[in-house]
């Protein structure tokens, strides 16, 4: 079964464009570490042009702590098609960068240790929160010459219930086949404008930005505090429009469970910083999960 690429060319460019993009986010990757102490890291999923900086600031810390054997990828699943919880059962991913593996042995693991998740392909066919991803995944693995597999994961239903039993299930899953993984929660912050339906307030310029910056620090700092209930009573409080809450949460379950202690913000941006509108503001985050 091969997973085709939905928004190549539109979130992302193709051919050299994209090698060439990817070249520049990482031009100062560094060396290839061996230490495995990150268990997750939180990055965005707009397109590159926006977010694909910050994006590429939770994989060079990834290719610095040394790359995993499988990359479990969450995010919500904008379309509505499909399982509330959708493991992609198994099979390839396909992008201009090249094919890579869905570790399928891995993802009948965590099914089956979920009581909320199906396998199920088609809610994957059309989403973007997943693929744009996979390229940084892709590049990062073919600069360290090793190969990794992915077990991606869509949230229609998001809450503290299904983080729960799914970070649960990631962990039981990926201890029982000895699997070393890092999850990648992919989300963007606050969506703030007429264009999203949401104008909790009035600003302008630097104003606006400030207040969009303030709102989802407030969310962040339960993130870097592995608070995900603390998260979600904060989204709900402001009625915040973070996409992602539910892989989030989810990698701070996985992260507690697997000793992780410390948490870093790595970068911060939103989209205004290269459209300079304030018709449509979205804020981007990268942040990764780490035992001592």
């Known amino acids: 079964m091969i997973r085709y690429p939905a928004v190549a060319g539109s979130f992302y460019p193709v051919g050299k464009e994209l090698k060439l993009m990817l070249d520049e986010f990482f031009r100062d990757l560094g060396e290839l570490g061996k230490e495995r102490?990150?268990?997750?890291?939180?990055?965005?999923?707009?397109?590159?042009?926006?977010?694909?900086?910050?994006?590429?600031?939770?994989?060079?810390?990834?290719?610095?702590?040394?790359?995993?054997e499988t990359f479990v990828i969450i995010g919500p699943n904008h379309t509505g098609i499909g399982s509330p919880v959708a493991i992609?059962?198994?099979?390839?991913?396909?992008?201009?960068m090249g094919d890579i593996e869905v570790d399928e042995e891995l993802a009948k693991a965590i099914a089956k240790h979920s009581n909320l998740a199906d396998l199920d392909e088609l809610a994957?066919?059309?989403?973007?929160?997943?693929?744009?991803?996979?390229p940084f995944?892709?590049?990062?693995?073919?600069?360290?010459?090793?190969?990794?597999?992915?077990?991606?994961?869509?949230?229609?239903?998001?809450?503290?219930?299904?983080?729960?039993?799914?970070?649960?299930?990631?962990?039981?899953?990926?201890?029982?086949l000895k699997r070393d993984i890092v999850i990648i929660a992919s989300t963007d912050m606050m969506h703030y404008g007429y264009a999203y339906g949401y104008v909790p307030f009035r600003?302008?310029?630097d104003d606006l930005i400030g207040?969009?910056?303030?709102?989802?620090?407030?969310?962040?700092?339960?993130?870097?505090?592995?608070d995900h209930k603390g998260m979600f009573d904060e989204i709900r409080k402001m009625d915040h429009t973070m996409c992602g809450p539910g892989g989030v949460a989810t990698a701070i379950v996985f992260s507690k469970?697997?000793?992780?202690?410390?948490?870093?913000?790595?970068?911060?941006?939103?989209?205004?910083?290269?459209?300079?509108s304030t018709d449509a503001v979205v804020g981007?985050?990268?942040i990764i999960m780490r035992r001592a």
């Open 37 to 68: 102490k990150i268990t997750a890291g939180v990055a965005p999923h707009a397109g590159y042009i926006f977010s694909g900086y910050t994006a590429s600031r939770t994989y060079k810390a990834i290719y610095k702590d040394g790359l995993p």
């Open 88 to 96: 992609y059962p198994d099979g390839i991913w396909r992008t201009p």
């Open 124 to 134: 994957h066919k059309y989403e973007h929160s997943l693929e744009v991803q996979v």
């Open 137 to 176: 995944i892709q590049y990062i693995s073919q600069k360290a010459g090793k190969e990794v597999k992915i077990v991606p994961i869509l949230l229609g239903l998001q809450d503290e219930e299904v983080a729960e039993d799914l970070g649960r299930a990631i962990f039981e899953a990926s201890h029982g």
């Open 203 to 205: 600003a302008r310029g």
């Open 211 to 226: 207040r969009i910056r303030e709102w989802d620090f407030r969310v962040i700092q339960r993130i870097l505090e592995f």
């Open 257 to 276: 469970l697997s000793g992780a202690v410390e948490a870093e913000l790595l970068h911060y941006t939103t989209s205004f910083e290269v459209s300079r």
């Open 284 to 286: 981007y985050v990268s």
